[in-house]
């Protein structure tokens, strides 16, 4: 008998299988991977200036609104470190006995967010002098802890623990697993 997925993505599936263990999907802006393309990003948001100042107001933008969400459907947030802090799986491992083993349910719903610092690719501004004197603002990509959230919720199409990261900077992939 054939699942929902398999039923749904049958012409697409050219083998046989047991079951999924995870789906990778990885999304991002490739033009946000380029300084270039994050000071236009920026400018056509308005910003006629480039300063890392500019860069925290997006951050703490998103921040505040992934905050709101959690509070409004009144969504756990753990920050990783102080539950467990482990690695290889902990995340998923932590969800699934705290949330999901418990969990009979049917359709989609949320479980947890759990919020991390890890370093990742992302810009940071530096301002410069120029041979004539003049002062300005270079855009250059660096690596740094950063402010992640993985999102773990039910998917009723794909069954079990679904998560989904996004990183609290403008200039950073994002990941569905």
């Known amino acids: 008998m054939k ?3 398999v039923q749904q993505f049958a012409q697409n599936i050219n083998f ?10 990885r999304g991002y802006i490739r033009c946000m991977f380029f300084p270039a393309g994050v000071i236009t990003f920026l400018k056509l948001m308005g910003f006629r200036k480039i300063s890392n100042g500019v860069m925290r ?3 703490d933008q998103l921040n505040s609104h ?6 409004e459907k009144e969504i756990p ?4 470190p102080s539950v467990d802090g482990g690695k290889d799986g902990a995340k998923q491992r932590f969800v699934q006995e ?5 969990d009979s349910g049917k359709g ?3 479980y947890c967010i759990l919020t991390d610092k890890e370093p990742v690719k992302t810009f940071a501004s530096r301002e410069l002098t120029s041979p004539k ?4 603002e270079k855009l250059y990509d660096c690596r740094k802890p950063v402010k992640q959230y993985y999102i773990y919720f039910h998917d009723q199409l794909l069954g079990g623990v679904i998560s989904a990261n996004f990183i609290s900077t403008a200039t950073t992939p994002s990941r569905f697993n």
């Open 3 to 5: 699942n929902s997925f």
């Open 16 to 25: 046989k299988y047991v079951c999924f263990d995870r789906v990778i999907l």
């Open 57 to 59: 107001i997006l951050t």
């Open 66 to 71: 992934i905050l709101k969400i959690a509070q």
């Open 77 to 80: 947030i753990h920050w990783w």
């Open 98 to 102: 705290k949330y999901a083993r418990h």
């Open 108 to 110: 989609d719903r949320l």
């Open 133 to 136: 004197g003049r002062k300005y």
